[in-house]
């Protein structure tokens, strides 16, 4: 039998301390807790899966001069990590890895999560993002809202396929589905919302959510009937969603535990990267014209949603009164998209680290850390 070497007093005292001052909860990520730090790119390549998933269990609504259709088409991205980067790459068996789906915003497809998506799937997370049947730019007879309550149902469905394999059984073998989270920009923030904590529209078995920008200002107190550790991000300069409209009411209804983090001088698309020119505010140039003056043609979609809104709640789910008109105003964007999307990267890392991997280090970085180290941010907590 070889004979251990001594270990001297010191030395243990040493890896006592080292083991009782432990605090990642699990992860054991060793990152530095910064935002430089949680918004560089992770360990692993990134690779990357497209495909079609059909759910034959639940119709596409009529809507317009749309017929409607008898499923739901869902033409979905998948960022994962992988052994190389780039699409059909092996994927990484360090796993099981949680699981997160994304949301994209209306007039928008599911191209719009990779700057969330790439990042996650980097530090070890498998992203899944569907482009929903209506809401998108290209759908029948052109985007609507109105089909809003079903797209949380979407989010669960494309986990729950590519978990079964839908992308290939290495892949699937890299899930671990008891760990799922939910993500989403604008009216995928507000989908994310609906998933989060409507009684009716929720969905089972997620165990944090993050809404960018939610478009919600619309949703009565009566919505938010659950509880789930969700992060809220917006700008104060957000002309599309006004802070004190949907993020500012969300945050006040929904039930503990919830954050909200106030990005000063961001807008609503610096989140996608896109930055204004001769010093204005690209949601004036960019966001404002895609929902058409005072939000006409992303509010064209509002009554048939708020009927499905108020189903299994009644009058209480839906709420018209604290509705700002959306770009009534142009206001000061001092953000850059850059920074914008950074912060929302390292906040992104640390809430989902925090709720699905139990890092406690990272879930005190977000409580004060980051608006400690950050002088453009707000962070405030209701626990």
Known sequence: MRRLPAISPALLLCLALAAGCSDSGGSGSGLALDVETLAAPGPYPVGEAQLVLVDASRPTQAIGSYAGAPDRTLPTRVWYPATSAGSGATPSGDGPFPIVAWAHGFSSGNFEGEFVGRHLASHGYVVVGPTFPLSNGGAPGGPTIADMTNQPGDLDFVMQRVGA??????????????????????????????????????????????????ASCFFGAGLYARSLPTLILAGDADMLVPLEGGPGQAFASASAPVRLVTLHGGNHVGFIGIDGSSGRNADATVGCPVIGAGGSTAAAGIGPLSTLLQEGVGPSAFDGSTCLEPCREELPASMTSARQVQLTRAAALAHFDAELRGDRAKARWLASGLATQADDVTSSARD
């Open 165 to 214: 394999g839908a992308a290939g059984d290495e892949l699937a073998a890299a899930i671990d589905d008891t760990r799922r989270g939910i993500a989403g920009l604008s009216l995928g923030g507000g989908t994310v919302l609906i998933g989060a904590y409507h009684p009716t529209w929720h969905i089972e078995n997620v165990s944090a959510a993050m809404a960018l920008a939610p």
